[in-house]
């Protein structure tokens, strides 16, 4: 009898054992893990809000562009993106309306000193968005200021927007001055898309080489030579008569 109710005492004990182990096992696995582990794994999904863009570093490049508009009977209208052509190296603008390149030149002689003939030419360029009519005067003047030749006024007409035109003229007459000045007036429209131009007068240094007078010092030098060596030839003559005469007598 005793034995039998030691049996069931130890046995309540195990049993009383096991539960609490039991329980303990189930309020670790309720826990979660411990802050000590580092196998944890968080994935992020993707997000609903607006993107953003980082501001430029600084020095970078930017580009901005422009646009022009203009009311017409209270409609706006809207001309698009503005650009500004790039200007070349000997290019004048008027107005930002034309480019106007200088001058070039080409001098044809003539055996006559009072004529020749000067070649003179220049590009202009449209960068409206109209099309643009002006005119063109070419003279040359000289080394004092003088004017010593003159060329017909071309027209430039209808230059059309984005359009590049060669602008020449010939002027005779120009002589063999030696140094010149070539000038051409460009005379445009009094306003185009609303900006006023005024005349624009572009000048280039020229030389005009004096042929007939370097011809001349030529000739006066091939002359001169010629004299001395016929005087020289001459005076060699008279001296052996005179030696051999004096040897004669001896």
Known sequence: MRAALSRMIA???????LGALAGGGAAVAADGPSSDDTNLTVQVGAGTGAATTAPPAAGSATTTKT???TSINGDVVVTGPVSTPPVGDDEQSLGGILYISGLGTGYSPSIDPLSGDLHVHFTVRNVSSAAVDSSARFWVSNAFGGEIG??????VA??????SRVVDATISGVGQWTFATAHMTLTPPETVDGVALTPLTRDVFVVLPPWFLLALGALGGLAYAVVRLVRSGSAARETVPAEALSGSTA
């Open 158 to 163: 209808g230059l059309k927007p984005d359009e």
């Open 67 to 69: 646009t022009t508009t």
């Open 150 to 155: 003159s060329g017909e006024t071309v027209d």
């Open 11 to 17: 046995s309540g004990a195990a049993l009383a054992f």
